[in-house]
């Protein structure tokens, strides 16, 4: 463990606990590296108490947490090639060696997979309120739109293996968002991660906390707001192909059954279009004719259990069929989403 992990602690404004961290991990890692992120004048005297144990990196100026790992790992993979991996902690004390050497362990079990250092959320209560909620939160918004299970989806103690340093080098995002994204980026790239339970430790009850709740669920909620936006886009566009292909193609072609002809063309051109959107939104990499037979299998029984539900739903209780149509298809909507991330767009192994 003492050379095949290094350790990084990004800093901003730090306390005199780093100095004690930076330590503590000396004696367990022979590679630290700690980046100053642009501190004032008045916290250097700390980053100098640590440059004989740690490699110090400096920002002139602040530019976020996100920019400060990348500092970090583009570092170690110029200076530390031979490392398996990294670990990352915060510098204010809420992470302990102990945990640290847990994680680690965990991670040389396995070096391709990426290990988080997870509190418990559910039980403790010596976690803040903010915190508590802010977390539960995110993790249960990310699991149902994104397909992503992880309790602790704030925390700063990660390993991370080497392979994906160069990758993650380039993941958008410079200051605390940039945490968020790189989990994104495990589940696009299909990097597998584990938790590992650790100790809850607040500082003056979490005041220094960044996380911002209403922040980082947008970034979960975009993923569903961008296939909301491709099912009533493919929506529009069937109700105009259906009127163009209705009154201007199909009606002097086939007089009898232009309604039918110009339904069956403008579903086909606006499937098309849903389907290629949702395979951008999932970001599938699944081959064309895989996804595009299951998507076209979904396709066709929504459509028939919309038809059937509505036809036996209206008859049985007397409600006009636009309002049961409206309910049904919102359900089926919701169905469908699932469906089409846990099974449509898969991710594979290319």
């Known amino acids: 463990m003492k050379e095949e992990i290094a350790v990084i602690i990004p800093a901003y404004d730090p306390e005199d606990g780093m100095i004690r961290l930076v330590e503590e991990c ?39 947490k996100g920019r400060a790992l990348k500092t970090a790992f583009s570092y170690v993979l110029e200076k530390l090639p031979d490392v398996k991996g990294v670990l990352t902690l915060d510098a204010d004390g809420q992470h302990t060696v102990a945990d640290s050497i847990r994680c680690c362990e965990k991670f040389l079990e396995d070096p391709s997979r990426a290990v988080f250092g997870c509190r418990d ?11 508590r909620f802010g977390n539960r939160l995110t993790s249960r918004l990310m699991k149902f739109f994104c397909d992503i299970s992880l309790s602790d989806t704030q925390t700063g103690l990660r390993v991370i293996p080497a392979a994906v340093l160069k990758e993650l080098t380039e993941v958008a995002g410079d200051r605390y ?8 980026f495990f589940k696009e790239h299909l990097i597998a991660f584990t938790e590992v339970p650790i100790q ?11 996380f911002n709740p209403i922040v980082d669920s947008i970034k979960i909620y975009a993923i569903f707001f961008k296939f909301v936006i491709s099912s009533f886009g493919s929506a529009i566009l069937d109700l105009l ?30 499937g098309i279009f ?20 299951r998507y076209l299998l979904l396709w066709l029984v ?13 008859a049985i209780t007397g409600i006009t069929p636009v309002f049961v149509k409206i309910v ?10 699932k469906i089409q991330q846990l099974w449509v767009f898969k991710p594979e192994r290319t």
Do not use: W
């Open 26 to 64: 000396k004696e367990v890692f022979a590679n630290i590296i700690v980046v100053d992120d642009g501190c004032a004048d008045s916290f250097q005297h700390l980053f100098k108490a640590v440059e004989d144990k740690a490699v110090v990196l400096h920002h002139e100026v602040n530019k976020g």
């Open 121 to 131: 959320f559910e039980s403790d209560e010596k976690i803040p309120p903010r915190s």
């Open 177 to 184: 968002e940039y945490e968020m994204n790189m989990i994104f």
């Open 200 to 210: 809850v430790i607040y500082i003056e009850n979490n005041a220094s906390s960044h």
């Open 241 to 270: 192909l259906f009127g163009l292909f209705s009154k201007y193609i199909f009606k002097g072609l086939f007089p009898a059954y232009f309604i039918e002809i110009s339904t069956a063309a403008a579903r086909v051109c606006s």
């Open 274 to 293: 849903n389907y290629s959107f949702n395979r951008s939104i999932f970001k599938s990499r699944s081959r064309v004719a895989k996804s595009g037979s």
């Open 302 to 314: 929504q459509m028939l259990l919309s038809a059937y539900i509505v036809k036996f739903l209206t």
């Open 328 to 337: 049904t298809d919102t359900v089926l909507f919701f169905i469908s989403y």
